[in-house]
């Protein structure tokens, strides 16, 4: 093991990333210099060219800027808005039914989308002043709003998902598409417990109930955007279209959705797929550079360093998961969700091959801790996002979230300990058996 390529890896990583580098710069940058330590200038820049090159060349990336499409047109197309009615209608009956409501349209609109960010600025925007007029507390407000946005990166069509099938080396998207479904669920209702707790200690709202021609209408309104979830799903597990070609399915269906809603016209299109593509060349991008950086790091034998480190300490897998966990929570404090998956994943995915633990569901532990770290400081996008809609100061929302953030934690170590709840839907419905 060469100790001087370790430290030129992360200290050149680390120094960028301090002096303000964009984290797809720093990852390729730190990746020439370290190539550089073993080839000469010329050879390294043509094997960083070459990883990026293969690292992209990929029909399942596809994907990504498809579905990004999708959940910008969501966004614009009103979409959002029928979710929140029809969440009312779920939760309107429970203590502190807005919080409940937000909750429940974070998991269908964020699952929808495929965004974090997008579901805390649509569903937020919303909910904010309906629960600040209600007398809820903004910052319990911002707090519910923050750490239910992620839902949608577990519960399917997930882009999170389709690059961690990449990083491991081709582990079936559809597997993993389902194996989202429980868990996401599972942290959505985990939130909505905490909720209403927090909501009948403090009597925020009273329980609504909608009558039967509300409940009816508001159904049949936001009927054809969860008809989507139908779509692409049932599309992927009959095998009639594969994820990709499921990608530009929800396209079309969202474009003609948006247009018969009334909500987006033909001319704002252009704008809609101009920023789609911003955000996908920033995504392809990262993924391309830490293709580099993957290739370094395996070049330095740094997954067997870290495993033999770990089997050192304990060869019991509970403990090894445990720190893993432990490891993902505080990276995901410092870095964002994409480029912590495109970098860890090699480091800890074959520790866990060796532990036994299936790669479907080792991929939603790591999503699931990575969701928690884009609700914390300091890099946390959702965290700023969901304070920004609901106009809270970033250090006035961090003492009510602390209780979500048990809710979460304690949601993570049943889906890290209990793999059934992940890969249930996939073994009943795929058959799968890896």
Same mark, same amino acid.
């Given at each position: 093991?060469?100790?001087?390529?370790?430290?030129?890896?992360?200290?050149?990583?680390?120094?960028?990333?301090?002096?303000?580098?964009?984290?797809?710069?720093?990852?390729?940058?730190?990746?020439?210099?370290?190539?550089?330590?073993?080839?000469?200038?010329?050879?390294?820049?043509?094997?960083?060219?070459?990883?990026?090159?293969?690292?992209?060349?990929?029909?399942?990336?596809?994907? %990504?800027?498809?579905?990004?499409?999708?959940?910008?047109?969501?966004?614009?197309?009103?979409?959002?808005?029928?979710?929140?009615?029809?969440?009312?209608?779920?939760?309107?009956?429970?203590?502190?039914?807005?919080?409940?409501?937000?909750?429940?349209?974070?998991?269908?609109?964020?699952?929808?989308?495929?965004?974090?960010?997008?579901?805390?600025?649509?569903?937020?925007?919303?909910?904010?002043?309906?629960?600040?007029?209600?007398?809820?507390?903004?910052?319990?407000?911002?707090?519910?709003?923050?750490?239910?946005?992620?839902?949608?990166?577990?519960?399917?069509?997930?882009?999170?998902?389709?690059?961690?099938?990449?990083?491991?080396?081709?582990?079936?998207?559809?597997?993993?598409?389902?194996?989202?479904?429980?868990?996401?669920?599972?942290?959505?209702?985990?939130?909505?417990?905490?909720?209403?707790?927090?909501?009948?200690?403090?009597?925020?709202?009273?329980?609504?109930?909608?009558?039967?021609?509300?409940?009816?209408?508001?159904?049949?309104?936001?009927?054809?955007?969860?008809?989507? %979830?139908?779509?692409?799903?049932?599309?992927?597990?009959?095998? %009639?279209?594969?994820?990709?070609?499921?990608?530009?399915?929800?396209?079309?269906?969202? !474009?003609?959705?948006?247009? !018969?809603?009334?909500?987006?016209?033909?001319?704002?299109?252009?704008?809609?797929?101009?920023?789609?593509?911003?955000?996908?060349?920033?995504?392809?991008?990262?993924?391309?550079?830490?293709?580099?950086?993957?290739?370094?790091?395996?070049?330095?034998?740094?997954?067997?360093?870290?495993?033999?480190?770990?089997?050192?300490?304990?060869?019991?897998?509970?403990?090894?998961?445990?720190?893993?966990?432990?490891?993902?929570?505080?990276?995901?404090?410092?870095?964002?969700?994409?480029?912590?998956?495109?970098?860890?994943?090699?480091?800890?995915?074959?520790?866990?091959?060796?532990?036994? !633990?299936?790669?479907?569901?080792?991929?939603?532990?790591?999503?699931?801790?990575?969701?928690?770290?884009?609700?914390?400081?300091?890099?946390?996008?959702?965290?700023?996002?969901?304070?920004?809609?609901?106009?809270?100061?970033?250090?006035?929302?961090?003492?009510?979230?602390?209780?979500?953030?048990?809710?979460?934690?304690?949601?993570?170590?049943?889906?890290?300990?209990?793999?059934? %709840?992940?890969?249930?839907?996939?073994?009943?419905?795929?058959?799968?058996?890896?």
């Amino acid at each position: 093991m060469e100790w001087d390529i370790i430290l030129t890896l992360f200290g050149v990583f680390a120094f960028l990333l301090i002096i303000g580098v964009p984290i797809s710069f720093s990852i390729g940058l730190a990746s020439l210099a370290t190539i550089m330590l073993s080839l000469p200038f010329d050879p390294a820049i043509a094997v960083i060219a070459q990883k990026m090159a293969t690292g992209l060349d990929s029909f399942a990336l596809l994907a %990504i800027p498809f579905f990004i499409l999708a959940g910008n047109i969501m966004n614009r197309g009103g979409i959002a808005l029928r979710l929140i009615n029809f969440a009312k209608v779920l939760g309107g009956r429970l203590p502190g039914p807005l919080a409940h409501c937000n909750v429940l349209a974070n998991m269908m609109f964020g699952a929808l989308s495929g965004s974090a960010v997008a579901s805390a600025a649509a569903v937020g925007g919303v909910m904010s002043p309906m629960q600040k007029k209600e007398g809820y507390d903004p910052a319990f407000s911002a707090a519910v709003n923050i750490t239910s946005c992620p839902t949608g990166l577990l519960i399917p069509p997930s882009n999170t998902l389709i690059v961690y099938s990449l990083i491991s080396g081709g582990t079936s998207i559809s597997a993993l598409f389902l194996a989202g479904y429980l868990p996401g669920i599972l942290m959505g209702f985990g939130l909505m417990v905490v909720a209403g707790i927090i909501a009948k200690r403090k009597g925020y709202g009273r329980p609504e109930k909608a009558t039967c021609s509300e409940a009816f209408y508001r159904t049949l309104d936001a009927l054809p955007s969860l008809a989507l %979830i139908v779509v692409i799903m049932g599309g992927i597990i009959a095998g %009639i279209f594969t994820a990709t070609e499921a990608s530009a399915v929800a396209v079309v269906y969202t !474009i003609g959705l948006s247009m !018969i809603y009334g909500e987006m016209k033909l001319r704002d299109l252009p704008k809609v797929i101009l920023d789609s593509a911003v955000t996908t060349s920033i995504v392809l991008l990262l993924i391309g550079t830490s293709m580099g950086m993957s290739w370094a790091m395996a070049n330095a034998d740094i997954p067997y360093m870290i495993s033999d480190g770990l089997n050192s300490v304990s060869e019991n897998p509970i403990i090894i998961l445990l720190i893993i966990n432990v490891i993902l929570l505080i990276i995901g404090v410092f870095m964002d969700m994409t480029p912590a998956l495109l970098i860890f994943t090699p480091i800890f995915l074959p520790l866990a091959n060796q532990m036994g !633990i299936d790669p479907v569901h080792f991929g939603i532990i790591m999503t699931f801790n990575l969701c928690i770290g884009i609700c914390t400081p300091p890099v946390g996008s959702a965290l700023f996002v969901g304070c920004s809609v609901g106009d809270v100061p970033i250090d006035k929302v961090l003492k009510p979230l602390l209780p979500f953030f048990a809710m979460l934690l304690f949601t993570l170590m049943m889906v890290t300990y209990i793999p059934e %709840i992940s890969l249930y839907l996939p073994r009943t419905i795929l058959g799968y058996g890896g």
